[in-house]
T-cell receptor
Framework: GAGVSQTPSNKVTEKGKYVELRCDPISGHTALYWYRQSLGQGPEFLIYFQGTGAADDSGLPNDRFFAVRPEGSVSTLKIQRTERGDSAVYLC????????????FGEGSRLTVL | AQSVTQLGSHVSVSEGALVLLRCNYSSSVPPYLFWYVQYPNQGLQLLLKYTSAATLVKGINGFEAEFKKSETSFHLTKPSAHMSDAAEYFCAASTGANSKLTFGKGITLSVRP
């Protein structure tokens, strides 16, 4: 597609449930990033993929969070045993390898944990 | 560790007035610096970036920013605000190693008729 696509755009779940958020990057972009944006805050880095491998997962808050990118394109962010504090907008971005900082963002997936 | 500071959460200007959005960074190495804009119901998009070439960087929609190493600043300006500039603006920094960005908290710009 023309831009980064994220689904679902909105997700409401109950505390303790499992959630998956999907990101479809711009075709040809080898780098993919997940960020989390809480209300009133800037985006906070979670994880970065170069191709299929996670090059930097230092931003994942704990082991309930996991992300995959098995074929080097679509990525899924997985959250187990959701907590109310996980409520946020989850942003995905992609970029061409070697283009420093020029990220193309999707519109985000808003997660609400009740 | 790198940090980006955007003081204040909201700026309001009249249409046609100067826009000045402040950004200060703290980095142990010379950073790459960026301004991103988020319009309502849209994803963030790059306005401009500084990558150690010219210190005055011009971006889209008439915005520009000046890198001042002595002040550790990268303030965003536009000579004349337009109603369509109303949005949230984020300053970000990267060491460039893998383009991981550290964002500031963002500033909401309102433009009064």
């Amino acid at each position: 597609g023309a831009g980064v696509s994220q689904t679902p755009s909105n997700k409401v779940t109950e505390k303790g449930k499992y959630v998956e958020l999907r990101c479809d990057p711009i075709s040809g972009h080898t780098a993919l990033y997940w960020y989390r944006q809480s209300l009133g805050q800037g985006p906070e880095f979670l994880i970065y993929f170069q191709g299929t491998g996670a090059a930097d997962d230092s931003g994942l808050p704990n082991d309930r969070f996991f992300a995959v990118r098995p074929e080097g394109s679509v990525s899924t962010l997985k959250i187990q045993r959701t907590e109310r504090g996980d409520s946020a907008v989850y942003l995905c971005a992609s970029s061409l390898r070697g283009v420093t900082g020029e990220l193309f963002f999707g519109e985000g997936s808003r997660l609400t944990v009740l | 560790a790198q940090s980006v500071t955007q003081l204040g959460s909201h700026v309001s200007v009249s249409e046609g007035a100067l826009v000045l959005l402040r950004c200060n960074y703290s980095s142990s190495v010379p950073p790459y610096l960026f301004w991103y804009v988020q319009y309502p119901n849209q994803g963030l998009q790059l306005l401009l970036k500084y990558t150690s070439a010219a210190t005055l960087v011009k971006g889209i929609n008439g915005f520009e920013a000046e890198f001042k190493k002595s002040e550790t600043s990268f303030h965003l300006t536009k000579p004349s605000a337009h109603m369509s500039d109303a949005a949230e603006y984020f300053c970000a920094a990267s060491t460039g190693a893998n383009s991981k960005l550290t964002f500031g908290k963002g500033i909401t710009l309102s433009v009064r008729p």
